[in-house]
């Protein structure tokens, strides 16, 4: 899960498909494609929000995302067409680029939608969020059960 600092939208990402599939046969993990966060707890306001919905994601720390992730993962999904530009412009070969996905292009009828980035907004942009994510990570969780 990528988005752009790793404090908003892909911890949540994280954290709700981590709720949903089984820990013992998935690996899901987040980053961002800046540097300014690395090390930080997400927003409080993502945290409070997946605390809500009984996602707890108050144990992630930011870290920026690299080229040893396109060999740890088997999908990378961003955020949003800035992220994807972002990770595919360090994509090593096109097998690695094949890997990245925009996450709502996993939902029928939210083909190319950006998960919108709520750090200048207010609880309710939060909320939105966590649901639009929700709802995609329902989608792919099914996919991969």
Not at 6 to 34: H, M, W, Y
Not at 74 to 89: F, K, L, P
Not at 110 to 139: I, M, R
């Amino acid at each position: 899960m990528v988005c752009l600092g790793n404090i908003c939208r892909s911890p949540l990402a994280e954290g709700i498909l981590q709720s949903k599939l089984p820990k013992s046969d998935f690996l899901v993990d987040s980053a961002g494609t800046g540097g300014w966060h690395v090390g930080e707890a997400p927003d409080k306001r993502s945290i409070k929000v997946g605390l809500k919905y009984g996602v707890d994601i108050s144990n992630q720390r930011a870290r920026q995302f690299n080229k040893k992730d396109f060999d740890a993962f088997d999908v990378i999904y961003v955020m949003d067409a800035n992220n994807y530009c972002d990770v595919i412009a360090m994509a090593p070969t096109q097998d690695a680029k094949a890997k990245v996905r925009l996450i709502m292009d996993e939902l029928p009828g939210f083909e190319n939608t950006a998960v919108p980035d709520p750090y200048w907004g207010t609880a309710t942009d939060f909320e939105h969020v966590f649901q639009l994510l929700d709802k995609v990570c329902s989608e792919i969780a099914k996919k991969l059960l």
